[in-house]
Every structure is written in structure tokens, then in C-alpha cells.
């Protein structure tokens, strides 16, 4: 089984920024593919932007040159680095990670707050 921690949300004023942690543990050699989701209240969750074991990355359209995903494999560890931040972009944030045979393991939310 995989373990997820996360951290970095807070409260950032529009146009801020702020990078959230994910850090894995336990199985993590079966990983596929790790990711930041949110959820906004009343709104469906949301892929954010997805790192694969090899490297490459798939992002929503809505964040696409603010947000940044990276991972360090040394530390098990996947990064967002969320930058011109917006209202907008306020929800709680999830980490997923994907294992090979298509099991989802998620973290416990961390809130992201963007507001003047």
C-alpha cells in the first residue's frame, strides 16, 4: 500500500504563490503516476496536473503556465509549484497516486485559499 502526505496550502493573495508536498510512502515502487486533483465547494474534483514515472506531464488547461508539478524520486516526493494565483483557484488539493494495475491512493486534502 501507498501512503500520501501532504502539504503547503494556506491562505496567498491573488497573484501569489504557494508549492504543495506530496510525499509518498510504503509501496511506492508500484506508483504509475502521481497528481494534484482539487475540489471546489459544489464542484466535481478536478485533475490539476500529472506527473508520470517517466517524467511526463499533463496539466488542466486552467493552469497551464502558472502551475508547475515536478517529483523528486530520491525523496518519493511530488511538488506543484502554483504561481499568479487566483480566486479561482481556491478548492482543497489532492494528491493521487496511480499504481501499475490502476489502484488510485489519495491524500487527506490540503486548502489552498486565494483572496485579497
Known amino acids: 500500500q501507498v501512503q500520501l502526505v501532504e502539504s503547503g496550502g494556506g491562505l496567498v493573495q491573488p497573484g501569489g504563490s504557494l508549492r504543495l508536498s506530496c510525499a509518498a510512502s510504503?509501496?511506492?515502487?508500484?506508483?504509475?503516476?502521481m497528481g494534484w486533483y482539487r475540489q471546489a465547494p459544489g464542484k466535481q474534483r478536478e485533475l490539476v496536473a500529472r506527473?508520470?514515472?517517466?517524467?511526463?506531464?499533463d496539466y488542466a488547461d486552467s493552469v497551464k503556465g502558472r502551475f508547475t508539478i515536478s517529483r523528486d524520486n530520491a525523496k518519493n516526493t511530488v511538488y506543484l509549484q502554483m504561481n499568479s494565483l487566483k480566486p479561482e483557484d481556491t478548492a482543497v488539493y489532492f494528491c493521487?497516486?496511480?499504481?501499475?494495475?490502476?489502484?488510485?491512493?489519495w491524500g487527506q486534502g490540503t486548502q489552498v485559499t486565494v483572496s485579497s
Open positions: 510504503g509501496s511506492v515502487f508500484s506508483i504509475n503516476a
Open positions: 493521487n497516486a496511480l499504481s501499475r494495475s490502476n489502484y488510485d491512493t
Open positions: 506527473i508520470t514515472r517517466s517524467g511526463s506531464t
